[in-house]
Nanobody
Framework: QVQLVESGGGLVQPGGSLRLSCAASGSIFSINDMKWYRQVPGMRRELVASINEDFTTHYADSVKGRFTIARDNAKNTVYLQMNSLKPEDTAVYYC???????????????WGRGTQVTVSS
């Protein structure tokens, strides 16, 4: 069984920083894409940032220059460094990984349960 667990969320003032982590555990052979999404109640889940196995990154326009995604393959972990946070960044942040389990033929998409980020004074 594979589990993704996010951590690092919380309450921060506008202009502040947070670092989210997402660690995958279980019978994992390899991981392709790693992504962060966020969702506000009543809204669609939004892709925030992604990083593939070649370390190519992509960011939503709303976070470019403020957020940085990184991965540590040895730890099966993806990070999201969030700087200059704004109230509109308030959301539940989810990580997802496309990974291949041992003894499996196909990659599958796995999701964490999310971590709340609140930006407020």
């Amino acid at each position: 069984q594979v589990q993704l667990v996010e951590s690092g969320g919380g309450l921060v003032q506008p202009g502040g920083s947070l670092r989210l982590s997402c660690a995958a555990s279980g019978s994992i052979f390899s991981i392709n894409d790693m992504k962060w999404y966020r969702q506000v109640p009543g809204m669609r889940r939004e892709l925030v940032a992604s990083i593939n196995e070649d370390f190519t990154t992509h960011y939503a326009d709303s976070v470019k220059g403020r957020f940085t995604i990184a991965r540590d393959n040895a730890k099966n972990t993806v990070y999201l460094q969030m700087n200059s946070l704004k109230p509109e960044d308030t959301a539940v942040y989810y990580c997802t990984m496309k990974l291949l389990k041992y003894l499996s033929d196909d990659y599958g998409d796995y999701w964490g349960r999310g971590t709340q980020v609140t930006v407020s004074s």
